[in-house]
């Protein structure tokens, strides 16, 4: 049995353990699921404004503080995710050597005392596929990024998608206020994951996936 992918991205105020998260974006059959924590500010328009830039469904939903944005995460993750024939996948999400959404995650769950929502949900990450089983050098570099990655394996349908030539640029547009241009940044992760996700599916063996569990070792 083939599980079907759900590539998924997260976007932050930075990389330290104090740091928090602002936007996390699944793929769903239907689009983009994504969900914008605004720091107690208004984010009026928002789907609307994202929806004229992108080509696929987008449905935008939107919390004043990181905690209300994780624990909506977690409803979501239960609801639709969990128990069902599903593969979680990220890129450069949890590698075996490093990683960053994951990990990331699991500080921020941990901080403010929630449940993982991760429970019974199969993980593996695009990034070492990329890497260990396609040939992406260029002019003799390596070109294992997200953007490069995908402009080199995929057909290019999103490749103008994203607004920012970073990370550095999201964590910005949060302090900002820039919510539209950082969901459209995030969901163009999305979908460049998912895209990748489907290219290493062609030509990749199951093995080679290195599927793993998330699930806790107690749940409380």
Known sequence: MVLEQVAFDIETTGFGVDDEATVLG????????VFLQTGDRPARGVQ????EQVPVHVDVSTYMSEQELLAAVTGFVEERLSGSDVLLVAY????????FDVPFLRTRYAKLDLPWPFVDIPYADVMPLVSNRFNTTVDGDD???LGSAYNLLCDGEYRDLDPFDGSDAAVAAFGNGWFAELVQHNVADVLRTRELGRVAERYCSKSEFQ???LTPTREV
């Not at 699944?26 to 699921?33: L, N, S, W």
């Not at 609307?48 to 929806?51: D, G, K, L, P, T």
């Not at 450069?92 to 990683?99: A, D, H, I, L, V």
């Open 26 to 33: 699944f793929a769903v059959p239907m689009g983009v699921q």
């Open 48 to 51: 609307a404004s994202v929806q």
């Open 92 to 99: 450069n999400g949890e590698r075996w050597n490093g990683g």
């Open 143 to 145: 070109r294992q990024d």
């Open 211 to 213: 599927v793993k569990s």
